[in-house]
């Protein structure tokens, strides 16, 4: 099947703005201390229609993309020309974020001058994709943390996830906490975003298993540390899953940690891994080595491109990212039983920036 990016019609005008939201509390997890997001919009306009996408990062990713990609991506240029365009500036990290964004846009667009939903362009694997909220921040009161998770159980969203690593002797207060509230029926996840050492997650892993039956261990070391995640996924506890892979940019990126064995699950992030092309081409390397494939934030987009995916667990629904989607966009799906199940009924990914709401947190 032709990707969006094969076609070579190319487009009218590309515009790209960044805007900075601040969060609504100071946040943090185990190795980062943050109090705002920025997201970077492309719109591709052509035929009177606009294709919009969108990537999390710095606002120095809407300049790259008027200065390197603006104007191959209107010459109609595919997804491998526009990946050569980034060589010199370097792929890895804010070229493939800028990449990601545009291609997310002429999926979009393309989609959009089909007068057709985005899912129908793409090979229909599931009708919807199970999520699990995210966000339990290290910096949050043991009273937030319940109100959080205790909410998205409320929503019917039966797995949860909680960052750690930041303060070890407080993580078990957090963790009692969040048990407590979820209840023994909802899968509790933990993420220590690369927080420890080898034999300190290894021991940690057996205490999120044992005392608050964790089932998700993600990132336990850095996830460049391919031995040591190796090391974790031969020796945590059965049942305690070890997942990484959301600082995957290139596809080499993935092939490494699939061939070193170092994840049960691996994770992508569709505004970071080169847009819904790259994410299917990811969700071919889960395929063909056996495990499934995780989708990491930026939900509103997520859930339509891992319809298209088949060995597919579930999507990140992360606090930040749905409330910065929910602020700027119409059109944004709402949780039911579990899952994001894309609106047939509305052409693209049938998201609409509120051009008005969105000026006000321009970067």
């Not at 993309?65 to 890895?92: D, K, Q, Y």
């Not at 969700?283 to 930026?298: I, K, M, P, Q, R």
Request: charged share 25%; hydrophobic share 40%; with cysteine.
């Amino acid at each position: 099947m032709a990707t969006a990016l094969e076609h070579r019609a190319g487009v009218d005008s590309v515009d790209v703005a960044a805007y900075t939201i601040p969060t609504d509390e100071p946040e943090s997890d185990g190795t980062a201390e943050w109090d705002s997001t920025t997201i970077v919009v492309v719109e591709l306009h052509t035929q009177g229609q606009t294709g919009l996408g969108y990537t999390y990062g710095d606002a120095a990713i809407a300049e790259l993309i008027r200065s390197r990609l603006a104007e191959p991506v209107r010459r109609g240029a595919s997804w491998r020309e526009l990946g050569a365009e980034l060589r010199n500036v370097g792929r890895p990290g804010l070229g493939w974020m800028a990449l990601s964004a545009v291609d997310i846009a002429l999926w979009d667009l393309r989609a959009r001058l089909l007068d057709a939903p985005l899912v129908a362009l793409l090979p229909g694997e599931h009708e919807q994709v199970p999520i699990y909220g995210s966000g339990g921040f290290c910096s949050y009161s043991l009273d937030r943390i319940r109100e959080q998770l205790g909410g998205w159980v409320e929503q019917g969203i039966p797995r949860v996830k909680m960052k750690v690593g930041r303060d070890p002797l407080q993580d078990p207060s957090r963790l009692d906490a969040a048990r407590e509230t979820v209840g023994d029926e909802t899968e509790l996840y933990v993420d220590a975003n690369g927080a420890f050492q080898r034999k300190e997650a290894l021991a940690w892993a057996e205490r999120y298993a044992s005392e608050w039956g964790a089932s998700w261990f993600e990132e336990p070391v850095s996830s460049a540390d391919l031995e040591g995640l190796r090391l974790l996924r031969d020796r945590a506890p059965a049942g305690l899953d070890i997942a990484a892979g959301e600082y995957g940019f290139v596809l080499r990126d993935f092939l490494n940690l699939l061939q070193a064995g170092a994840v049960d699950c691996l994770q992508a992030d569709i505004t970071r891994c080169g847009g819904i092309t790259g994410l299917l081409k990811v969700a071919g390397l889960c395929e063909a080595h056996g495990l499934e494939l995780s989708g990491h934030c930026a939900p509103q987009i997520s859930a339509h491109a891992l319809t298209a995916v088949g060995p597919l667990r579930h999507l990140e629904y992360f606090h930040d990212h749905d409330r910065v989607e929910r602020l700027l966009f119409d059109g944004c799906l709402d949780p039911a039983s579990g899952a994001l199940r894309p609106d047939p009924s509305r052409p693209g990914h049938g998201l609409e920036l509120r051009r008005q709401d969105a000026e006000r947190y321009a970067a």
